[in-house]
């Protein structure tokens, strides 16, 4: 088990709940704040969603999860370096994310900054992980700058991508935190390792639980970018403290890989621009084809926790066989992504919007 210890994780479950209950309260907020100044999401025809709705409600998870983030360096669980390089990184695209939530922000301004983020906060941590006992030495050097670097921007831009529908974003992070904590448990990592995916999770669940159903304020580009980054930093920095817990990340976010990247990869097939908006991801054309949100969303993250994580626990154990073992992860999510026809051409609907609720 974890090196936390029995005191260690009394205190991290009741840091979780402090954390979770911050996010909630400050989500109240942060909306009263969003209707006050018209920081709201107009639905279109590429909208999934038929009612305006405050925007920006990321900016809870953020506040309450580099709080959080402060705490664990000031008491010594995680370096304030390695805090810094997530912090800074984290504050640069959550803040790009508001100014394009408020004005709109140029993809090429939001690139330069994510990548910008990835650089330092991998110069912060002493540079990218080695991956050799992930079965990826030659991911080293310059090599590996530029592989991390990608890795982080993707991962920023890809949780945009997949925060289309009620709840899933906050899920997915709920579910993924949840389960690398449990993984670095189950290793014995270190205190960090376990508690600060731990928190990320309960930001995420504390954000969720009071906006669960019609979501009464969307994460916006502030929050879905902050959670992509987190998660690229989270998996940076585990896999520098612990080798054994870079399959295990990788896995763990299986469901939004896999949809975001090939979804991307069909739509450039098509000589689409992939940043006009649209609404066929696989997730988004389950949600039309049930006819609601919350299904989707608590599929992804049952998926997550009942096939992904146990999947993630046999590659930290054999990292060596991390490859082998995120392909088998892989498979029935490439299966679901072509039944639900991820990729293909969508069709727009009219939209009438009502009032606030």
Do not use: K
């Amino acid at each position: 088990m974890s090196a936390l210890g029995t005191t260690g994780w009394a205190l991290g479950a009741v840091g979780a709940a402090v954390v979770a209950l911050l996010a909630g309260r400050l989500r109240v907020t942060v909306r009263r704040y969003a209707v006050a100044t018209g920081l709201t999401d107009v639905p279109n025809t590429r909208s999934s969603h038929l009612v305006p709705t405050p925007r920006g409600g990321g900016l809870a998870i953020v506040a309450a999860f580099l709080g959080a983030t402060i705490a664990l360096a000031a008491t010594g669980v995680v370096a304030w370096r390695d805090a810094a390089a997530l912090a800074i990184g984290g504050a640069a695209v959550a803040l790009a994310g508001y100014l394009d939530d408020r004005r709109g922000v140029s993809a090429r301004v939001r690139f330069a900054v994510h990548a910008a983020a990835a650089v330092s906060a991998l110069a912060l941590l002493g540079g990218p992980p080695s991956l050799a006992s992930a079965g990826l030495a030659w991911v080293r050097g310059p090599v590996g700058w530029i592989a991390a670097t990608v890795a982080a921007v993707w991962l920023v831009n890809l949780y945009n991508f997949m925060d289309g529908i009620d709840g899933i974003a906050a899920g997915e992070a709920a579910s993924v935190g949840a389960g690398a904590a449990a993984v670095a448990g189950l290793l014995g990592a270190s205190a960090g390792a376990v508690l600060w995916p731990m928190l990320l999770a309960a930001a995420a669940l504390g954000y969720l639980w009071g906006n669960r159903g019609r979501g009464r304020i969307f994460l916006g580009d502030v929050g879905s970018g902050f959670l992509g980054w987190c998660m690229a930093a989270l998996l940076l920095w585990s896999a520098r403290v612990t080798p054994a817990l870079f399959w295990p990340y990788v896995i763990l976010l299986g469901v939004f890989m896999v949809d975001a990247t090939l979804t991307l990869l069909r739509r450039l097939m098509r000589g689409e621009r992939v940043t006009q908006p649209h609404r066929s991801h696989a997730y988004q054309r389950a949600a039309r084809r049930v006819g609601r949100h919350a299904p989707v969303s608590a599929g992804a993250a049952l998926l997550t926790l009942a096939w992904l994580f146990p999947l993630a626990v046999t590659a930290a154990r054999r990292p060596a066989l991390g490859a082998a073992v995120f392909a088998v992860a892989a498979a029935p999510l490439v299966l679901l992504w072509l039944v639900f026809g991820g990729g293909t051409p969508d069709e727009p609907t009219p939209v009438a919007p009502p009032a606030f609720p």
